[in-house]
């Protein structure tokens, strides 16, 4: 029994049996000894909060089910060619709408073409967009909302006036003005509008994140033992107010792969010979009644995408809160 | 003993909507090193505020600080730029803050938040730093500190959050610290350990200590001196010794009668009747004069001066123009 415990590092004193709390003491006392003064523990590093967090995922099924997931998106976003062999354009018209055969499992869309290859071939498009996006967004949002609610005034007044006015704009509609002029065949002006339109959103967060851990005693403690406001900043605000925006990040990161597909949907997001799942569930959907194959792959790699995303997101947030260790 | 600290009529004042809200009118103390000096008064009378306007903590906007200097080891801290005062905080004086679980970083461990003294004033690395940190925890008394140095605020017990504050503010050996009601979180045989080890490392590193505080039981333990506050300015200063055996103020005389003692079993409790003054509209002549037993008409009008009391150069001194009266009882 304590080998097992010995593994989780000496602090899990949070024990939620009796037996546990038992072996868990045996642990530290065994440890403590060789421990002595150095302040470092029997892993020999200091602990954090990542740290700590990391420790609390590792063992959250949740996360290692969406982890796993996302992972498996990833590497066949980079390198399709592992479980596809075939080419996503290169379609045979006479099988058009044709259902799951031997080496075709998925069947074949409206053109001919292969639906297994084409969705495994569309989650690069996906992910790329979803990353590239939540990364602008996070950052943009994160970066002006931080400093509008750390220091508040005329800047604050007028980034959050900013941000109202963006709020005012419909994303469906506005993608379909803005983004119908754009005649570039590559992703960035899809990721360029949902930063856009995004940015909005994590600014919010952040402003209201940074307010809030502004307003606490340790961050009058820490101005009263002599920190500098970019070290309050950075050590001790950033840290209690960055949580939030992680959460929202990975939850949005989902919602931007679901909104590239339904501007691909609508015919202003990427364009074939792009292959993303967006616009194959535009080119099924009016045959749903007699090839519904052709529409559920795709749409069925984008609601698992999109779901794994809202997980981790949601493991993440759980993680991160040290009250609910 | 070599004068710390002096504060020369400090005014602060909160301008918020719905006016200007003063809070400080007028303070004067002085603090020498090794000496306990108790800043007592209730909640809204500016003993915190005068406190952060020392520390240079005081939230601008919206307090501002009108008027007075602050003069510590004989540098007005209030002509100093605040990047030369940020130098000053933490190292020559520290603060020791009232709940010490919400003024600790939850998500930094204890050590990060003992070692970043010494980052950000000796700029030492992180793992002399750490050392450090165990050390200092050592010093109060922490069981265990070379484990519990990688623990959390939130694993702690009050007592022991408290005595990492107060490690907190040893750090770097300040000469000067102002503990804003440090025990007033902490239940009752706790406090009596805290206040011991801060008096014991106050009388080991020789600093001085404003301990600011509405329990009279806590100062008569520890201070050698005491200010009582009412409204922003300071109704009475005198040696401890001196004001519990006679105030010279209605205010400290009431205070005094409203400590619940073990031989008045079954008698009603003493109360001060009325309520302290709302700091936008502070009565004219002594702000204590609504609540005042003894009060006159000259207390209605004339704003009492610090008279003082036992005779020319006396260390005594009371605002209220009965003093004598008062005295006598």
Redesign the interface.
């Known amino acids: 029994m304590p080998e097992q415990y010995e593994s989780e590092g000496v602090i899990s004193s949070a024990g939620t049996g009796g037996a546990m709390d038992l072996a868990v003491t045996e642990a530290e006392t065994l440890e403590r000894t060789p421990g002595g003064p150095e302040g470092t523990g029997p892993a020999g590093k200091p602990r954090s909060l990542w740290s700590d967090a990391w420790r609390d995922l590792r063992r959250n099924p949740v996360f290692i089910l969406s982890g796993l997931v996302i992972l498996f998106l990833v590497v066949i976003s980079i390198w399709p060619s592992l479980i596809a062999s075939g080419n996503p354009l290169k379609c045979d018209l006479a099988k058009a709408q044709e259902g799951s055969q031997p080496g075709h499992p998925f069947g074949y869309d409206g053109q001919g073409c292969d639906v297994y290859t084409r969705t495994v071939y569309g989650t690069r498009v996906s992910i790329s967009v979803g990353v590239l996006a939540t990364l602008g967004v996070a950052l943009l949002g994160s970066i002006l909302g931080g400093l509008a609610g750390f220091f508040g005034g005329g800047w604050d007044s007028l980034t959050s006036r900013i941000t109202d006015i963006f709020f005012a704009i419909p994303v469906v509609l506005g993608g379909l003005v803005l983004l119908s002029v754009v005649t570039s065949n590559t992703i960035w002006p899809v990721v360029g509008f949902i930063v856009l339109l995004g940015w909005t959103q994590v600014y919010r967060i952040a402003r209201g994140s940074v307010i809030t851990a502004k307003q606490n005693d340790y961050v009058q403690a820490a101005r009263a033992l002599g920190a500098s406001n970019s070290r309050i900043l950075l050590r001790h605000i950033t840290p209690n107010a960055v949580a939030p925006v992680i959460v929202v990040a990975t939850i949005a990161l989902g919602t931007y792969i679901a909104l590239e597909a339904t501007l691909s949907y609508l015919g202003v997001g990427l364009k074939p010979p792009t292959v993303s799942w967006g616009i194959d569930i535009s080119a099924a959907s009016p045959y749903i009644r007699n090839a519904p194959h052709m529409l559920l792959w795709p749409a069925g790699a984008l609601a698992v995408t999109v779901l794994a995303f809202i997980m981790l997101g949601d493991a993440v947030r759980d993680a991160l809160d040290p009250k609910l260790r | 003993m070599a004068l710390l600290l002096e504060v020369r009529d400090l005014q602060v004042e909160f301008r918020t909507r719905d006016g200007v809200a003063k809070a400080v009118n007028g303070v004067n103390y002085s603090v020498d090193a090794g000496e306990t000096l108790a800043v007592l008064g209730e909640s809204g009378s500016g003993k915190s505020v005068s406190a952060q306007a020392v520390?240079g903590?005081l939230d601008v906007p919206p307090g501002k600080i009108t008027g007075g200097e602050i003069l510590f080891q004989g540098r007005d801290l209030l002509k100093l730029k605040e990047?030369e005062r940020?130098?000053?905080?933490?190292?020559e004086m520290?603060?020791i803050?009232q709940?010490a679980l919400?003024?600790?970083?939850?998500?930094?461990?204890v050590?990060?938040q003992l070692g970043?003294?010494f980052v950000?004033?000796r700029g030492m690395s992180?793992k002399d730093a750490?050392?450090k940190?165990?050390?200092l925890m050592?010093r109060v008394r922490i069981p265990?500190?070379?484990?519990r140095?990688?623990?959390?605020p939130?694993?702690f017990s009050g007592g022991m959050r408290q005595r990492i504050?107060i490690a907190?503010?040893l750090a770097l050996e300040p000469a000067l610290i102002i503990a804003d009601e440090p025990t007033t979180a902490l239940d009752v045989t706790v406090q009596a350990q805290v206040m011991d080890l801060l008096a014991e490392l106050q009388r080991e590193y020789n600093m001085g200590l404003i301990l600011i505080t509405h329990d009279l039981g806590v100062v008569a333990d520890v201070a050698d001196k005491i200010a009582v506050m009412y409204a922003g300015r300071i109704v009475e200063s005198a040696p401890v010794h001196d004001i519990y055996k006679a105030p010279a103020h209605p205010y400290t005389r009431g205070l005094l009668e409203s400590i619940p003692r073990l031989d008045q079993k079954g008698e009603e409790l003493y109360a001060i009747k009325g309520l302290p003054p709302n700091l936008m509209n502070i009565p004219p002549g002594c702000a204590f004069n609504p609540r005042c037993p003894m009060a006159q008409d000259v207390c209605r009008t004339d704003v009492p001066p610090l008279y003082e009391v036992d005779g020319q150069g006396s260390v005594r001194r009371s605002a209220c123009h009965f003093w004598r009266e008062c005295l006598n009882g």
């Open positions: 520390m903590i990047d940020r130098k000053v905080r933490g190292a520290a603060m803050f709940d919400s003024s600790l970083n939850p998500v930094l461990s050590g990060d970043e003294m950000v004033h992180k750490r050392n940190a165990v050390e050592d265990a500190a070379g484990e140095v990688r623990d959390y939130h694993q504050m907190m503010a």
